[in-house]
């Protein structure tokens, strides 16, 4: 069975801290999303990876394919950032069957 | 653009009744696919499809039925509700390459 494992599940920080949430897959994958999901919300896309590193405003997202593990690190933290951040993989070529999803990490950064 | 458009936004349901999920995209994406997301558990695959015509079970498909007539509708049909498909239901859209559009996803009460 394809596995999407996040850690840590909860983390709180402070405004200003750099934020590390890690994610780990089982067999290999056409390529790792990041979603973002605000209490009570809907569902943002931030990332898609196949490869490297990519880097929007405060948010970057690396993968490491030999590995089979992926980072989103948010730099500068602020409040308006706490949310839930999910990773997810698709196994076919230009995602066609779908998401496997990890649980999530509930993000919560105080003032 | 409205993107992915998904009715109702809340539902209650009686057991043994039965609803169709709407859910209808304006980007002439190839690929969509549903999702329910339950605590604990993660959102999780139900049903996906890779072009009019063409549909597919995901990783929770029984209770559930999809059809694809066009490009643009993908509606979930609950057959006979219960209690077990209480959830907040997602729909997504995407074009092969390019990240996930989500619905504001439908919550749904089956008492």
């Known amino acids: 069975k394809n596995e999407v494992e996040q850690s840590p599940q909860n983390l709180t920080a402070q405004e200003g801290e750099f934020i590390t949430i890690n994610c780990s897959y089982s067999?290999?994958?056409?390529?790792l999303h990041w979603l973002q999901q605000h209490p009570g919300g809907g569902i943002v896309s931030l990332f898609m990876?196949?490869?490297g590193k990519k880097k929007h405003g405060r948010l970057i997202a690396t993968i490491n394919i030999q590995e089979k593990h992926s980072s989103l690190h948010i730099t500068a933290s602020h409040p308006r950032d706490s949310a839930v951040y999910i990773c997810?993989?698709?196994?076919?070529?230009?995602?066609?069957?779908?998401?496997?999803f990890g649980k999530g990490t509930h993000l919560i950064i105080q003032p | 653009n409205a993107g992915v458009t998904q009715t109702p936004k809340f539902q209650v349901l009686k057991t043994g009744q039965s609803m169709t999920l709407q859910c209808a995209q304006d980007?002439?994406?190839?690929?969509m696919s549903w999702y329910r997301q339950d605590p604990g558990m993660g959102l999780r695959l139900i049903h996906y499809?890779?072009?009019?015509?063409?549909?597919d079970q995901g990783e929770v498909p029984n209770g559930y039925n999809v059809s694809r007539s066009t490009t643009e509708d993908f509606p979930l049909r609950l057959l006979s509700a219960a209690p077990s498909q209480t959830s907040v239901y997602f729909c997504?859209?995407?074009?092969?390459?390019?990240?996930?559009?989500f619905g504001s996803g439908t919550r749904l009460t089956v008492v």
């Open positions: 997810a993989a698709s196994y076919s070529g230009g995602g066609a069957d779908g998401l496997t």
């Open positions: 067999v290999g994958i056409s390529a």
């Open positions: 990876l196949s490869s």
């Open positions: 980007m002439n994406h190839e690929y």
């Open positions: 499809s890779v072009g009019a015509g063409i549909t």
């Open positions: 997504a859209s995407n074009q092969g390459g390019y990240g996930y559009t």
